[in-house]
């Protein structure tokens, strides 16, 4: 799990905005060992489930917060998808499970397949 949280905080997620990023942008991605994500032209379903994840953050965990320091909301904001986003939010995407709960599943059949 702290390896998938990992790679996540390495990838940014931008909105397409024009139509190749600039080469110093992706310059200073590379540099700072980010990887950039972007829509496609014509592919707005590539980003539904990072924009549903953040809907999601912003309206349950961390809209009505006044963080002190930023590392009190990155605290907070890993307790949330360690603790209950992961762990006990339902996914209607997922059969109505949790992702740990579908993951436990999906292991469980490999096994047996």
Not at 23 to 46: E, F, P, T, V
Not at 51 to 78: C, H, M, P
Request: hydrophobic share 35%; glycine share 4%; net charge positive.
């Amino acid at each position: 799990m702290a390896k998938l949280l990992y790679e996540i905080a390495q990838l940014l997620f931008t909105h397409k905005r024009s139509t190749r990023p600039s080469k110093a942008y992706r310059k200073l991605l590379l540099a700072n060992g980010i990887k950039g994500s972007m829509s496609r032209k014509g592919d707005c379903w590539d980003n539904a489930v990072v924009e549903s994840f953040f809907g999601s953050l912003k309206q349950e965990r961390v809209q009505w917060k006044n963080y002190q320091t930023r590392f009190e909301a990155q605290q907070d904001i890993l307790n949330y998808i360690a603790m209950f986003y992961n762990s006990h939010r339902l996914h209607s995407y997922l059969g109505y499970k949790s992702p740990n709960d579908y993951e436990s599943e999906m292991m469980k059949l490999k096994k047996v397949a």
